[in-house]
């Protein structure tokens, strides 16, 4: 079984704040975990990905990420917002298990960004 | 890399007509995703294949809905005939290699407007 879970639909920060973006996970295998980013009417573009290397992750635009395994947590971070992060971010979970793979969206956190 | 490249990027139909949106994925990828966005259901995996073979299509909502991918660098999404409630943004997405690591990187995505 594979879930996750994005823990706020809607997070709002005043620019040059940070940012922090939650997201727990559970699987039975030994996934990797992705975060992208879906700007308005667009498509959605890899931030990061954590594939069992160093478990903090650095991303573009700053972002970086951080597997906690003894918590299921790879929750998403920037030290300073910026207007143009304002978009809907994914936490994505990736996993084979005999051949056959399962991918697990969570449900997206909005950031607004406030000037 | 001219990444997903899907068509069309904007559709308006009439309820019962028949809507097929096209996708070529990266060369060299060989699993190919669609995915179905809408406000209240989120992101949803509709079908995938490995090269070119459906693996899993138990997303797919219903018969009217059919997937094909004749060969490594082209796959059609059809629905017939259209319905309302299918009115949504139809990603396809691809990526290199069969394993848990490698991203998926998504088109721009098709919007689909039925009335």
């Known amino acids: 079984a594979q879930s996750v879970t994005q823990l706020d639909s809607h997070v709002s920060v005043s620019e040059g704040t940070p940012v922090l973006l939650r997201c727990n996970y559970s699987s039975s295998y030994s996934p990797s975990l992705f975060w992208y980013v879906q700007h308005p009417n667009k498509g959605l573009q890899l931030l990061l990905k954590?594939?069992?290397?160093?478990?903090l992750v650095k991303g573009i635009n700053g972002f970086e990420a951080e597997f906690k395994k003894s918590e299921t947590s790879f929750h998403l971070t920037k030290p300073s917002a910026h207007m143009s992060d304002a978009a809907e971010y994914f936490c994505v979970v990736r996993a084979f298990s005999g051949g056959y793979q399962k991918v697990t969206f969570g449900t997206g956190t909005k950031l607004q960004v406030i000037p | 890399d001219a990444g997903v490249i899907q068509s069309p990027r904007h559709e308006v139909t009439e309820m019962g007509q028949e809507v097929t949106l096209r996708c070529k994925p990266i060369s060299g990828h060989n699993s190919l995703f669609w995915y179905r966005q809408t406000m209240m259901r989120g992101l949803e995996l509709l079908i995938y294949f490995n090269n070119n073979v459906p693996i899993d299509d138990s997303g797919m909502p219903e018969d009217r809905f059919s997937a094909k991918m004749p060969n490594a660098s082209f796959s059609t999404l059809k629905i017939q005939p259209s319905e309302p409630r299918d009115s949504a943004v139809y990603f396809c997405?691809?990526?290199?290699?069969?394993?848990?690591?490698?991203?998926?990187?998504f088109g721009e995505g098709s919007w689909l407007t039925v009335v």
């Open positions: 954590y594939t069992s290397a160093a478990t």
């Open positions: 997405a691809s990526s290199p290699r069969d394993r848990e690591v490698n991203t998926i990187y």
